[in-house]
């Protein structure tokens, strides 16, 4: 009887798969990868991502003049306002931390304290902070946020102008305090084309400060000259009007007589502006201006027709107001229609 010699068959339905030497090597050094990663999180939250490397971040983003970086860093409340929470806020800073230095970090649960030291102008100081865990990074590595409460603000009182001059930025003061940053000098003021004042510098360097500063801004000749073109114009402009009554301006005629066809207007001499602060507003002081008005009538007894000329005395006021460099004159009520 012959023997056979064929290798008896696989079973149905079972495969064997035969990993080379290449793809071994991968996996362990895969598998190895994954066992070093694991490891290495203890420690690497508390080297590289524990409460004191935030709060050294955050200094450092504040010392670079990096707004955004520096608020990615903070657990704050919501603002109103974040116009001086701006990197050009920072890029005009008088001074901003340097020569930095952790001194103490104290870490329990999922809450630290870190303090730092740190040189702000010419004088060194030392600030703690509060750091909450917020979650964590690849679902590895923790995530510290600074706390804050409060914002450190700037409370401006100003009169004459509704917005005030943060490092050489506007900022608005009709929304209470202002928020920003810290630790930061910080110079409050005008020194711009249409007002100026003293400028008053102050330090914010924890979250909950409040400074106060109090501002007299004074219009300059640039702006009393800006302000008497725009007073000139709007005249101009109502001149124009064939009316009795122009829309939306400061003068006008009333008569007893039927006023036949269009009327003239023109302006025989504009007003003096000279401005003034009331509140937070800069004014025009009331002043007069004088206009002639030319037609024709017919008088509503006699019927009798006749042409006419008659010149008025207007008294004028407006409010000004300077946002961003750009000037807007408001006229008050109406002036007293005289005819």
Known sequence: MRRSTSSPEEPRGRRVFVLGDR???????????????????????????????TVSR?????????????????????????????????ANAPSLPHQIDIVDS????????VTARYNLGNSSHESEFSLVKAGSAFGLYDRWLI??????????????????????VSAPVDRGPIPVLFPVAY?????????????TRTELLNPGA???????????????????????????TCAEAKTLLPAGCTFGYETNHQILGDVSWRVVRYPEVKLSSEGSELVVTETEAELEITGRYRDIVTAYESDFTERLSVELSASVRVTDGAVTVQPHEPGQLLG
């Not at 990868?33 to 939250?45: D, E, I, K, Q």
């Not at 509704?162 to 490092?167: G, P």
Request: glycine residues 4%; hydrophobic residues 45%; charged residues 20%.
């Open 147 to 168: 706390r804050i409460d409060e914002w450190p603000r700037i409370s401006l009182n100003v009169r004459g102008s509704q917005s005030a001059q943060i490092n050489g």
């Open 58 to 90: 955050y200094l450092s983003a504040v010392e670079n003049g990096d707004a955004a970086r520096a608020l990615g860093l903070l657990a704050a409340p919501e603002t109103a306002t974040t116009d001086a929470l701006d990197a050009q806020v920072l």
């Open 187 to 199: 110079d409050v003021g005008f020194n711009a084309d249409y007002l100026r004042s003293e400028i």
């Open 106 to 113: 104290e870490v329990e649960d999922s809450t630290a304290t």
């Open 23 to 53: 793809a071994v090597r991968l996996f362990f050094a895969a598998a190895l990868v994954v066992v070093l990663t694991v490891a290495s999180v203890p420690l690497l939250n508390v080297l590289v991502y524990s409460p004191a490397r």
């Open 210 to 236: 409040v400074a106060e500063v109090t501002l007299h801004p004074a219009p300059t000749e640039e702006l009393r000259q800006e302000v008497q073109r725009q007073v000139n114009a709007q005249l101009d």
